[in-house]
């Protein structure tokens, strides 16, 4: 049971991972957000924030320090809320994290919580837990980001638009699908894309012959599209990878501050460039297809999609109230975003623990009569479930999100 001096707002440490696609020196996101010096040349790609045992955060209780998932275990009622402790297991059910993508992310998709169970039992090492990762995207400053799969006559605009691929896939294949009617082509994407994904294993000189042709026909134009210019720029980096072609075969996305993309399982995506919060399913299970030399699983890939086609929905900041909450259709996790000008203050419910990541400013937290603690730019706070009401107050213009469980 929590002492009484501990039923209070607690600082989390976090881990910074350090993957190769992170920003770097000047463009370093995420150092600058917390506060730490930059080193050199070295990448900053996630925060992570939460008990993932690949990088679990870390609180300090009477100076010592332990990983927040065990502080949960000793007390999960009061840290997590009764409701929740009973439905997940008293488990942090989701993972909070900022991400700063210098660089492409992998071509990828998340399973849904039946086919994490059967990957992870399957294949441990590149599967490492048995969760589904449906997730959020919110954007800091911009996302630009590849999102679901094209509508079919914009699908069908590519293939005729690009020789070099439908070549590459094949006439049949290409055909049947130009062929199908709009409404009706669901099978079809799966054994055009499944194809496209698969056929280098055994065709690799095809398609770096097909690559070369579309590299050498692109750069002669002056008129690119921003896909295309992508695909220069990345064919420098990633040679002989299929995953090229997805520029052409998904969504481009372009966030701006406080934009959001919901994220849910089968749907293939890529992040290329920005900085932004994420918010997901407590979970590192990832398939990956293309623009990474990480562990690539083409087939699991085409097993998992979802072979919808549609304009991605966009999630629009409020701007009017100056809050924002995002809804999204799963019960791990909620988040939203708070900017509150110099002075301003406002009264909180925590019906489950509260975790606080400010992006910019100085928040104050009251949590009854005689205690506030001030906290600032770059920390990341946990309030307990038990605590049940406290007050913010920005002593400065702050802008923060809590993430929270429903």
Partial sequence: MLQKDQIKPLVLKSSVQ??????????????QLIGKDIIKDKPYAELWIGVHPKAPSKVKIDDMEMNLDEYIQKNPREILGANVAEKFNNQLPFLLKVLSAGEALSIQAHPNKKQAEMLHKR??????????????????????????????PELKTVLKNYQEMADFIGSDIVGSFLNQSDTNASKE???????????????????ETSLRNLENRLSKSNDLSDA???????????????????????????LKKGQG?????????????????????????V????????????????EILTWETQPVPVMQP??????????????????????????????????????ILITEGLLDIQWSANDTESFSKGQVILVPALLKNYTIKASSQTDFFIAHII
């Fill in 287 to 302: 398939v990956r297809a293309g623009l990474t030399p990480k562990f690539k699983d083409v087939e699991t890939l085409a």
């Fill in 318 to 355: 409020n701007n009017e109230l100056n809050i924002t909450h995002y809804q999204v259709p799963i019960s791990e996790f909620q988040i939203s975003n708070y900017k509150m000008e110099q002075n301003q203050k406002t009264e909180l419910t925590c019906n489950s623990l509260h975790i």
């Fill in 123 to 152: 294949d441990p090492k590149n599967y490492p837990d048995d969760n589904h990762k449906p997730e959020i995207a919110i954007a800091l400053d911009n996302l630009t980001a590849l999102v679901g799969f094209k509508t079919i």
């Fill in 261 to 285: 993309v919901f994220l849910n399982a089968g749907i293939p995506h890529a992040y290329l460039k920005g900085n932004i919060v994420e918010c997901m399913a407590n979970s590192d299970n």
């Fill in 18 to 31: 350090h993957y190769e696609w992170g920003t770097r020196n000047e463009q370093a996101f995420i150092p």
């Fill in 228 to 254: 295309e210019e992508l695909f220069l720029s990345l064919r420098q980096k990633y040679g002989t990878d299929v995953g090229l072609y997805s520029l052409f075969l998904l969504n481009l996305v372009y």
């Fill in 189 to 207: 994407i799966k054994i055009l894309y499944s194809t496209l994904m698969q056929k280098p294993q055994t065709h690799e000189d095809e398609l």
